[in-house]
């Protein structure tokens, strides 16, 4: 049985409010809540007797969080997203402190299943005639196109895929591109789909995600994994416990 966690949610916005359900459904409680730099300072002794955080907060407090949560020698999780530039600080940060830290730009166990299934793809695409493309569809709110997680997909085919040399939205180009469709449509949670289309056949592999709330599921499976541990991990460790 999983160990019952007292849980500080770093940012309670849409995201810290689905996690915040998904922990007690799963048997945990909720012991601190910061959403504000106020919080940081009111609540310090509350965070102190928490066994993990999770933050899902803003782009320009994630590394200051993660600094935060080192020094106090609380694991943290974390599904904030636009501080990868920093990396190596962090990854540094994290060593110097022995401290604990699990990051993902997408905590779905689906869509990292699927990027697993992508990657194995892209091997085979090798040697055949399949032209590769790839569509990403996500509400009109959403500000960077493509998004992270089409950014991911792509990588990895690109990667993986001998002739393709690079990405581009709507590209109808050379053969060395892999073209990525981009639609913004009212309120679409997110979906994903590479395609692999030949004269003979065309190959799907899509992914759509009917609410928020498998992120949070994987960010909470995420801290029940990284509590007791050391170090950085990341999705494709927890899938590999599984697979
Ligand atoms: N990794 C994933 O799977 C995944 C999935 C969904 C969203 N996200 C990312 O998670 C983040 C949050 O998303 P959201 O939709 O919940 O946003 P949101 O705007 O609804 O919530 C953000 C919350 O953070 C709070 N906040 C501001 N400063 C803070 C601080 N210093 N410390 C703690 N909290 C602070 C805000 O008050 C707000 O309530 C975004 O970066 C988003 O891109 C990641």
């Not at 310090?44 to 803003?58: G, H, P, T």
């Not at 697993?116 to 196109?145: C, F, P, V, W």
Request: aromatic share 6%.
């Amino acid at each position: 049985m999983t160990k019952k966690l007292q849980i500080a949610l770093l940012g309670y916005g849409k995201m810290g409010k689905i996690i915040e359900s998904v922990c007690l459904e799963r048997g945990h409680e909720i012991a601190c809540i910061i959403d504000n730099e106020r919080d940081w300072t009111q609540k310090e002794s509350e965070l102190k007797n928490c066994d993990i955080a999770i933050d899902f907060s803003i782009p320009e407090m994630a590394f200051a969080n993660m600094k935060r949560c080192f020094e106090l020698k609380i694991p943290v999780v974390v599904g904030t997203t636009g501080w990868y530039n920093q990396k190596n600080e962090v990854t540094e940060l994290c060593k110097k402190n022995d401290a604990a830290l699990f990051h993902a730009p997408n905590f779905s166990l689906g869509m990292n299943i699927v990027f697993r299934l992508n990657r194995q793809l892209g091997k085979m695409m090798n040697g055949t005639s399949y032209r590769l493309s790839m569509n990403e569809i996500h509400h009109i709110h959403k500000l960077d196109a493509p998004s992270g997680t089409a950014i991911q997909l792509a990588n990895d085919l690109v990667d993986s895929v001998d002739c393709l040399k690079k990405w581009e939205i709507d590209s109808e180009a050379a053969t060395d591109t892999l073209p990525i469709i981009v639609s913004r449509v009212g309120e679409v949670n997110g979906t994903h789909e590479v395609i692999a289309d030949s004269e003979e056949d065309i190959i799907s592999l899509k992914h759509e995600a009917k609410s928020r709330r498998g992120f949070g599921l994987g960010a909470v499976l995420a801290a029940e994994f990284l509590y007791g541990k050391k170090g950085i991990y990341t999705m494709d460790d927890l899938l590999d416990q599984h697979y």
